[in-house]
Nanobody, 124 residues
């Protein structure tokens, strides 16, 4: 059973930075992506970024491209999301997810394992 634990959320002023971390246990499938998603109050959960344990490719939502960076440390079984130049519209609960089936990396349907989420609040 794959378990994901996020950390690193908090409050920051607009223009600031935060780094989220997701520790994975239980051997997530290496052939499927690891993703970050977010959900703001009253909105649907949306894709933010994804990568593979091989680190060969990264994917980003247009809204965060150029500001966020996803990376992974295989030795620590940890995936990171570095968030720079944060905006008030980035405020949401951020979730780490492990892929488990073939699907577009941005699709929630490709992910069966989710963390508990970490709150990110950006104050303008």
């Amino acid at each position: 059973q794959v378990q994901l634990t996020e950390s690193g959320g908090g409050w920051v002023q607009a223009g600031g930075s935060l780094r989220l971390a997701c520790v994975a246990s239980g051997r997530p499938f290496s052939v499927y992506p690891m993703g970050w998603f977010r959900q703001a109050p009253g909105k649907e959960r949306e894709f933010v970024a994804a990568t593979y344990w091989s680190g060969a490719a990264t994917y980003y939502a247009d809204s965060v491209k150029g500001r966020f960076t996803i990376s992974r440390d295989k030795a620590k079984d940890t995936v990171y999301l570095q968030m720079n130049r944060l905006k008030s519209e980035d405020t949401a609960v951020y979730y780490c997810a492990a892929g488990s089936r073939t699907a577009p990396v941005s699709s929630l349907s490709g992910y069966d394992y989710w963390g508990q989420g970490t709150q990110v609040t950006v104050s303008s």
